[in-house]
């Protein structure tokens, strides 16, 4: 029968929390480590002094003072936790145990390859040490341990020349055969112990009958009040109430004004003065605006102090305070949430002048610049402002037209607005075609990938990159078909391919990444065809790779109706403004049979059915090929109705005779 003890020293114990911490730590670890991938962005990132000097000044606040840096709680719990970590192991490593495997020939201290002669002799020359008739004690022994050494080594001895107790330390691991089975238990005794109960017992309920349904009652509550993309449940029925089916820039903007909110920890009584003068000096610029974006602020001071923040930054007008400052740092970082919610809402209803609107704002509040006007994006590069952005000739309409423009002035200017424009992503496409996997053409109902083959503009100044002398159609094909029948909805690059790096937005709080989204619409109907997808990573030209693109894919059922559908493709940036791309595109849709027989899944040795039968009733209802009857057909049928009749009167002339 198994005996059970605790352990005494809490060893176990120590190896599952120092097992438990290894798994945690490491890649908790590995996730505060720099990636090689952001030394990649950094070398492809905007080179103007501006966006170098912002990139900097971030990295600074994320750091802190230099003898004084600044952790967050993953940092701080990832050093408490390698602190433990090395504790623990240095405590187990100095634990000494005692649990030892019986072994006869070190008892005997011979070698295992001893000879039956030299074990004898051996057990005479330490018997004679160690019978208690014989030894004489010495100062610090005791007759006990004497008589102890003794039995033992009688044991050895025996295990070694004994055959049956021989026999018996190699079944059981000792000379007197099964022992007592002892199960370890890895808690400390302490914690068993009757003088510590009540302390046990107060932490188990603290832990299961206070922390635990805290926290699960502050995640049910939460969740109720927020919806999946991390918003409010009172703002996500804002969006849903008030935003309209025609909803330009303007309006999408004023809808997220309703329900912006400062961040918790901010307070109002904070820089109540600086806030008061921002107040001011915006509504005096909103007042003189062509097409004011806000009739009149909220009554609310925490929803009006947060507005004030928002469209100061719009307006770009400096903020002083560095709490206040911060602030609005931390505000404009929540706003993707917000508009990204609000998009949610929208696609649910195939809005599409709406939709447009949202992800169009995204790329105005990065780069500061109000929403309405197209001769704003001028303003997103160093060193240009709103008004000088509206005050430029109706001739240039492009950035390579503007780059142009300050070199003819000789704009001191000109070499940082042409660092901006050389890494401001242009998006190229080579190719948007609609794929149905195994299928030469789109029928009804089928699913249907749009696959788009897009890369960024290594050139924008009129130079121009050399194509491949060739490309392998086949090869192309193939890679497209691999790419269509995996899960991914990105086809994989190399990582050493040069993508576009950190976007040039010297006025947003933080170091942004740039991104687009693919909206596949019907114009025509203003309606949305396909929720709108996000995509990233898209690499720079390079001519002298055979496939000088990244596919993308977007899956859809087609139409139920045979016809051609005209839609449009909007690749829309977030981040920066004036950058976006539209193409027109045409999907086929076709009868199934149009369809060849092998591709309708038919075989050829299966005859078409007839067409008076139930299955050529069926198949004449799918549009399929069925057998009609003819004259012959039914004259045979006859014929052998008229043989089976005479043969059947044979035979029964025949059973009569």
């Known amino acids: 029968m198994a005996s059970y003890h605790y352990d005494e020293a809490g060893t176990m114990a120590l190896y599952f929390i120092i097992t438990f911490l290894f798994l945690v730590l490491v890649p908790l670890t590995l996730s505060l480590s720099r990636p090689a991938t952001q030394s990649k962005m950094d070398m492809n990132a905007c080179q103007c002094q501006e966006c170098i000097d912002q990139r900097a000044h971030i990295r600074k606040q994320e750091r802190g003072p230099l003898f004084l840096p600044k952790l967050g709680r993953k940092t701080m719990f990832v050093i408490g936790g390698w602190a433990l970590f090395a504790f623990l192991s240095y405590k187990v490593s100095n634990i000494k145990s005692d649990e030892k495997v019986y072994d006869p020939f070190e008892i005997l201290e011979i070698s295992r390859s001893a000879t039956e002669k030299e074990i004898k002799s051996r057990y005479k020359k330490l018997s004679k ?34 055959e049956t107790i021989r026999k ?46 805290a926290v699960v009652g502050q995640w049910w509550f939460g969740s109720r009040k927020k919806t999946k993309d991390g918003v409010e449940a009172d703002t996500a029925a804002t969006f849903f109430k008030t935003v ?62 947060a507005l004030v923040l928002l469209y100061a930054h719009l307006l770009r007008f400096p903020v002083e305070s560095a709490s206040l400052k911060k602030e609005q740092a931390d505000l404009l970082l929540n706003t993707p949430a917000l508009l990204n919610a609000m998009l949610n809402i929208i696609t649910v209803r195939n809005w599409l002048t709406p939709t447009l609107a949202a992800m169009r704002l995204h790329a105005c ?64 496409v080579e190719d948007i075609t609609f794929k149905v996997i195994g299928e030469r053409i789109v029928t009804p109902l089928s699913i249907v990938h749009l696959l788009l083959k897009l890369r960024l503009s290594s050139a924008r100044s009129g130079s121009t990159s050399e194509k491949p002398e060739s490309r392998n159609t086949e090869n192309d094909e193939r890679k497209d078909e691999e790419f269509l029948n995996s899960r991914k909805d990105a086809e994989d690059i190399d990582d ?25 619409a019907d114009d025509k109907m203003s309606r949305l065809v396909q929720p709108p997808m996000k995509i990233t990573d898209v690499p720079f030209s390079d001519p002298r790779k055979e496939r000088n693109y990244r596919s ?58 007839e067409e008076d039968s139930l299955a050529g009733q069926m198949a004449a209802m799918r549009g399929h090929s069925v057998k009609k009857r003819t004259e012959d057909d039914e004259s045979d049928e006859e014929s052998s109705t008229d043989d089976d009749d005479e043969k059947n009167d044979d035979d029964s002339s025949s059973d009569s005779d």
């Not at 160690?130 to 001895?157: C, G, I, S």
């Not at 089916?245 to 003065?273: C, F, H, R, Y």
């Not at 950035?399 to 142009?404: A, S, Y």
């Not at 403004?577 to 075989?603: I, W």
């Open 168 to 213: 018996n330390w190699e079944l059981y691991g000792h000379p007197d055969g099964r022992q007592e089975v002892s199960m370890g238990i890895a808690l400390p005794k302490w914690i068993i112990e009757g003088r510590n109960n009540i302390w046990v017992l107060g932490a188990y309920g603290l832990v299961f009958g206070g922390a635990l349904p």
């Open 365 to 428: 509040v990065t780069q500061a610049i109000p929403p309405g006007q197209p001769k704003l994006k001028f303003a997103q590069l160093p060193g240009i402002g709103e008004e000088e952005a509206l005050q430029l000739p109706n001739e240039v309409e492009t950035l390579d037209d503007f780059v142009g423009y300050l070199a003819e002035k000789g704009d001191g200017r000109v070499d940082q607005v042409k660092k901006a424009v050389a890494r401001l992503p242009r998006l190229e």
């Open 496 to 520: 050493m391919d040069p993508t576009s790096g950190w976007a040039h937005a010297p006025h947003w709080p933080g170091i942004r990444k740039p991104g687009w989204w693919v909206v596949l």
């Open 552 to 609: 993308y894919r977007m899956q859809f059922q087609a139409p139920q109706g045979v016809g051609v559908y005209t839609w449009k493709v909007y690749l829309v940036s977030d981040t920066f403004v004036g950058e976006e791309v539209v193409r027109d595109v045409m999907l086929k849709v076709d009868d199934v049979s149009a369809l060849n027989t092998d591709e309708q899944g038919y075989e050829d040795e299966i005859s078409d059915p």
């Open 244 to 305: 309209k089916e025609e909803a330009g820039v303007d309006e999408v903007l004023a809808t997220v004004s309703k329900v912006i909110q400062p961040p918790k920890q901010s307070k109002a009584s904070q820089d109540a003065d600086e806030a008061k003068k921002l107040e001011g000096v915006v509504r005096e610029r909103l007042g003189k605006s062509e097409s004011s974006i806000l009739a009149q602020f909220p009554q609310d001071e925490n929803r009006k102090r």
């Open 129 to 162: 040490l160690f019978h208690p008739d014989k030894v004489k004690l010495a100062v610090n022994q005791t007759m006990e341990q004497v008589e102890a050494r003794f039995v033992e080594l009688t044991k050895a001895y025996k295990a070694l020349t004994d």
